[in-house]
């Protein structure tokens, strides 16, 4: 069974950054397309990031939430069985609860995860 750990969550303010890691263990996940989502208190799950395998005849592509493009960075390695979160000039707006998330699809979609994180905060101050 797959487990997802996510790390590197806090506080800091507007304008910080913050790198959050998520640790795959219990199984494979070199051919599982691996992302982040957030929830802020109040809203829906939101999809942030993610980046598929090279398994796929696009290869390995990373999609973003317009909110977050030009901000975050995301990128795995195989190797580790890890997915990171680089957050760049991060605002208020970005304070929510950050999931990683894998499942084989190629686009993730919050309704079909095979695989959930129990979540990290992220608290960015004004």
């Known amino acids: 069974q797959g487990q997802l750990v996510e790390s590197g969550g806090g506080l800091v303010p507007a304008g910080g950054s913050l790198r959050l890691s998520c640790a795959a263990s219990?199984?494979?996940?070199?051919?599982?397309?691996m992302g982040w989502f957030r929830q802020a208190p109040g809203k829906k799950r939101e999809f942030v990031a993610s980046?598929?395998?090279?398994?796929?005849?696009?290869?390995?592509?990373?999609y973003y939430a317009d909110s977050v493009k030009g901000r975050f960075t995301i990128s795995r390695d195989n190797v580790k069985n890890t997915v990171d979160l680089q957050m760049n000039s991060l605002k208020p707006e970005d304070t929510a609860v950050y999931y990683c998330?894998?499942?084989?699809?190629?686009?993730?979609?919050?309704?079909?995860?095979?695989?959930w994180g129990q979540g990290t905060q992220v608290t960015v101050s004004s």
């Open positions: 998330a894998a499942d084989t699809s190629r686009i993730l979609a919050s309704t079909s995860i095979e695989y």
């Open positions: 219990g199984r494979t996940f070199s051919s599982y397309t």
């Open positions: 980046i598929s395998w090279s398994g796929f005849i696009s290869g390995i592509i990373a």
